[in-house]
Antibody, heavy 121, light 107 residues
């Protein structure tokens, strides 16, 4: 059974850094395209970042240069390193696996339960 | 960036009724559009991808149509568990973007 479990969220001050983790089971993270999607309270979903199986990365403009997506094959875990955090980064952060249908990328078929990041002084 | 606009914002219907949700793109999303369902406190669930393909385990009462800039999600006969918020998402261009959502509520 595919499962994704995020951790690492919490209350953090503006300008500080935080690393989110997403532990996967039931599949091998490094063999799939994986992503992070966030949702500010009462707002729409916002794509944050994608990591391809070949290591290629994409970022939303709003996080480019501040956030880094990565994975650890030995731990079967996806990460999101966030730095220079701002109040508008406050959101529930979901990790998600992309639908593994040939030629059909960048839709998310499995999601974690989310971890809340609150950036406030 | 492709901006997705969903309408209506809220749809009030009774179980058994047909629901028709719209998603309009600011520029062509070709046929690269998906629909998700989200219930309070839960992660989104993929329903439809590439306009009309149902994801694994999704009932046949959910169907999608459209192309270019106008897309529709239809729920043929609402079941009690279908009352939720629905989001569209495009993968035609980076960045991936989502619509603002349509809440389907019980009338």
């Amino acid at each position: 059974e595919v499962q994704l479990v995020e951790s690492g969220g919490g209350l953090i001050q503006p300008g500080e850094s935080l690393r989110l983790s997403c532990a996967a089971s039931g599949f091998i993270v490094s063999s799939y395209f994986m992503g992070w999607v966030r949702q500010a309270p009462g707002k729409r979903l916002e794509w944050v970042s994608t990591l391809y199986s070949d290591g290629t990365t994409h970022y939303a403009d709003s996080v480019e240069g501040r956030f880094t997506i990565s994975r650890d094959h030995s731990k079967n875990t996806l990460y999101l390193q966030m730095s220079s955090l701002r109040a508008d980064d406050t959101a529930v952060y979901y990790c998600a696996r992309e639908l593994p249908v040939a030629g059909t990328y960048h839709y998310f078929d499995y999601w974690g339960q989310g971890t809340l990041v609150t950036v406030s002084s | 960036e492709i901006v997705l606009t969903q309408s209506p914002a809220t749809l009030s219907l009774s179980p058994g009724e047909r629901a028709t949700l719209s998603c309009r793109a600011s520029q062509s999303a070709r046929t690269y559009l998906a629909w998700y369902q989200q219930k309070p406190g839960q992660a989104p669930r993929l329903l439809i991808y590439d306009v009309s393909n149902r994801a694994a385990g999704i009932p046949a009462r959910f169907s999608g149509s459209g192309s270019g800039t106008d897309f529709t999600l239809t729920i043929s006969s609402l079941e009690p568990e279908d009352f939720a918020v629905y989001y569209c998402q495009q993968r035609s261009n980076w960045p991936l973007t989502f619509g603002g959502g349509t809440k389907v509520e019980i009338k």
